[in-house]
């Protein structure tokens, strides 16, 4: 079975760095399509943060376009998310995202378990 596994985050002053990691594991025969971070805070919808895809085409937020690098290693199946110069407005749930095909289930999108980004003033 396929999981996303997510690491760092936690709570960080204003201007300063953080990066999130991403793992997929769980199946034999893997290739990434697509990964990348959403982000969430209460009572608003899920929005993406940043993409990279086949042929690593990247897509950034406006809000975070020259502060934040998406990254990938497609061999060992992990993406990063480098945030600098971090803002209060960047406060909140990160998920990882995955767009993966695998023998078992074709081509499938998977989540990870999310991690807390907190940025004080």
């Known amino acids: 079975q396929v999981q996303l596994v997510e690491s760092g985050g936690g709570l960080v002053q204003s201007g300063g760095s953080l990066r999130l990691g991403c793992a997929a594991s769980?199946?034999?025969?893997?290739?990434?399509?697509?990964m990348a971070w959403y982000r969430q805070v209460p009572g608003k919808q899920r929005e993406l943060v940043a993409s990279i895809m086949n042929g690593d085409l990247i897509n950034y937020a406006d809000s975070v376009k020259g502060r934040f690098i998406i990254s990938r290693d497609v061999a060992r199946k992990t993406a990063s998310l480098q945030m600098n110069n971090l803002q209060p407005g960047d406060t909140g749930t990160y998920y990882c995202f995955a767009k993966l095909f695998t023998m078992e289930s074709g081509l499938r999108d998977y989540w990870g378990q999310g991690s807390q980004v907190t940025v004080s003033s």
């Open positions: 769980g199946a034999t025969l893997m290739t990434m399509n697509t």
